[in-house]
Every structure is written in structure tokens, then in C-alpha cells.
């Protein structure tokens, strides 16, 4: 099979979870955060961008599954035009080389940030989709796509992922239980950018791996063309409640608003009965509380300091501003030089 993405906060995750099952697993990776690790981090690879993807590069893979993305809100706010040339033209491009080299399954990272402004009620499946930023609405709009190219020789199925937590080798600060983490344990306090109301449904990054490794060899029948909300019941959490349990794991460290918190638009609940009842075998075991103790226990292991807290290493949105700045990434997004490394992050 082959990961668009293998080289991110997931992939880094997934792709040795799939070799130790015994599959092949081919990359295709942009590289833009080569270098952003945490502990050792995966092995460089050929450079590639999913927008460009063709029919012989997916020639004898029998899966593909696209994790290659903007990875969240801010970032995707940067430019929402690179934002939807990557997210859904580079989604789209990639399952149409798919379909036309053969592949039979096609795996997709959406998100539960589709949801957006849901509100406390938790939403399965079926709901209405209320996405408020960019990135939410390009992941509302390749699912779209995606389905339209459904049809007997060509299944993709969308997994809805909820917001990710816990430490991968190409670690990432920029979502909610890894920043207030790393946060309380660099300064002391558990800063919250918003009142601290808003919903959000968590999920660990292993986790999130596991649902992709069981839907690659699930009967046909039971994912075509589905969505499937990823995650845990007991995942939906305030984040007054998580910044709570940080400051419980983080001794000395206290619960502090920013200048000038106030509501997040994006609040939600989610209901996953569809994944547990479609696959009641799927073990999705860790809790937030064990995440932020394996959190803590990965940063402290690694030395995380403050000022790896504040440079683009582990924040996306720095590190892209960086590497345009460099004049390293064009506007949409695109290597100004294909074949050379971006370097590692400062």
C-alpha cells in the first residue's frame, strides 16, 4: 500500500504499525517537516506532492491512504486558496491517479472538525455538517469528491478523525492536549487561548493508526463509501477539563487565560457508535489522562525546553512561515526546488 503523508504526526505513527503487521508500505511525503522530531524521527524519503501525483506512481498498490494535508485551523487560515489546493485538489488528484492505476481502497483522513459549530449534542455520521474554517470545509468538500468517484472498482471510505493527542516521532504542539502539555511543563502554566467551554472530541494518535490498519483489510461491504467517526465516547471533554487534568499531571502548574480569551466557534460532541458497533474487535484504549502522562514522559525524556516550545520545530503554521520566508515554499505551498531538502527546522 501506499501512505501520502508517511512522514507526518500520523504516518510517523502508522507506517511502522503496518510493517510490523506484515504489509508493504510505500511513501509519498512533501518533506516540509523533515526534521521536526521528537526523539529519533522516521527516515527521509523522496519528495513528492500529492497534487501531482500520477497513475504510475500508484501502479501495483493495492491501497492508498491519504493522510497528506494542512494539518489544522490556523494553518489552514494562512491561505485558504493553498489550503484547498492542497486539501481537496491534492485529495482528489491523488484518488483519480488511484482509481486509474487500479487501486481498489482508498483510505482518507478526514476530520470531525466538519462538525464545527455542532454544539454539546453529540453528532454522528448523519449530521449536518457546520464547518467554520477553511480546513474544515476543504475536508466537507473532498469527501464530496471522493464519493463521486466511488463505484465497484474503486472504495474510499472517509475516517472522520477527532482532534489527536500523544506523543509520534514527528511530533506536533499545535493541538490542544500535546500544547497545554508541553506548556505547563516549559512555563508552568496551563494557558488556554479560549474561555475554555468548547467541546472537543480527543483521540490518540496510535488510535486513530489502529482504525486505519483494521478498515485496510475489512470486508468491502461494510466501508464502501461510508464515513466513520474515529475515536472515543469518553473522548468528549471541555477544555477547561483538559486543561484541568494537565495542571493535575504538571506539579506546581496552573490554569491561566490569555489576553483576551473568549468563545471558540469550533465546539462540538461526537458520537462514535457507528465505529464500535461496525467493529466491535477495534481496541481504541488510550485515555487523555495516559496521554498527557506519556506526554510528559516523552519530553521530559527528550529535554523539551522552552524555546523548543516556541520555534517552528513543532508548531506547522511557524514552521511553513518559515520556510517561505526562506523562499523555500512558493504561496500555494509548492518546493521551489523539488529535489533538495528543506533542512531541519531552527
Known amino acids: 500500500m501506499l501512505v501520502a503523508g508517511d512522514r507526518g504526526y500520523i504516518g510517523a505513527v502508522l507506517v511502522p504499525m503496518l510493517r510490523a503487521a506484515g504489509h508493504q508500505v510505500g511513501g509519498l511525503d512533501l518533506g516540509l517537516y523533515d526534521g521536526c522530531d521528537l526523539g529519533p524521527g522516521p527516515a527521509a524519503g523522496a519528495f513528492a506532492d500529492l497534487r501531482e501525483a500520477t497513475p504510475a506512481q500508484l501502479a501495483g498498490y493495492d491501497a492508498v491512504i491519504c493522510l497528506a494535508a494542512l494539518s489544522n485551523d490556523p494553518l489552514g487560515q494562512l491561505n485558504p486558496a493553498a489550503t484547498f489546493s492542497v486539501n481537496l485538489d491534492g485529495t482528489l488528484a491523488l484518488a483519480r491517479a488511484a482509481k486509474a492505476a487500479g487501486v481498489e481502497r482508498f483510505l482518507f483522513a478526514s476530520s470531525c472538525s466538519l462538525y464545527g459549530a455542532a454544539g454539546s449534542a453529540g453528532v454522528a455520521e448523519d449530521a449536518e455538517l457546520y464547518p467554520v474554517t477553511p480546513y474544515g470545509e476543504t475536508k466537507v468538500q473532498a469527501e464530496r469528491g471522493l464519493s463521486e468517484l466511488a463505484d465497484d472498482s474503486f472504495s474510499p471510505v472517509y475516517l472522520r478523525n477527532a482532534t489527536a493527542f500523544g506523543a509520534s516521532p514527528r511530533h506536533r504542539l499545535d493541538i490542544v492536549v500535546n500544547n497545554l502539555t508541553a506548556v505547563a511543563l516549559t512555563t508552568g502554566q496551563v494557558r488556554l487561548e479560549s474561555d475554555?467551554?468548547?467541546?472537543?472530541?480527543?483521540?490518540?494518535?496510535?488510535?486513530?493508526?489502529?482504525?486505519?490498519?483494521?478498515?485496510?483489510?475489512?470486508?468491502?461491504?461494510?466501508?464502501?463509501?461510508?464515513?466513520?467517526?474515529?475515536?472515543?465516547?469518553?473522548?468528549?471533554?471541555q477544555v477547561r477539563d483538559i486543561a484541568e487534568m494537565v495542571a493535575e499531571a504538571v506539579p506546581g502548574s496552573r490554569v491561566t487565560l490569555a489576553d483576551g480569551a473568549g468563545p471558540d466557534l469550533r465546539n462540538y460532541r461526537v458520537d462514535f457508535a457507528k465505529l464500535t458497533d461496525t467493529f466491535p474487535a477495534l481496541e481504541l484504549r488510550w485515555t487523555p489522562p495516559e496521554g498527557v502522562a506519556e506526554l510528559l514522559t516523552a519530553y521530559q525524556t527528550h529535554g523539551m525546553s522552552y524555546q523548543d516550545f516556541m520555534s517552528s520545530r513543532y508548531v506547522r503554521l511557524r514552521r511553513i512561515t518559515e520556510l517561505q520566508q526562506a523562499g523555500l515554499l512558493d504561496p500555494m505551498l509548492r518546493r521551489t526546488s523539488p529535489a533538495e531538502p528543506v533542512g531541519r527546522p531552527a
Open 196 to 237: 475554555g467551554t468548547p467541546w472537543r472530541p480527543l483521540v490518540h494518535v496510535a488510535d486513530i493508526a489502529a482504525a486505519f490498519a483494521e478498515m485496510l483489510t475489512a470486508p468491502r461491504e461494510l466501508i464502501h463509501d461510508q464515513p466513520f467517526n474515529v475515536g472515543r465516547q469518553a473522548g468528549n471533554v
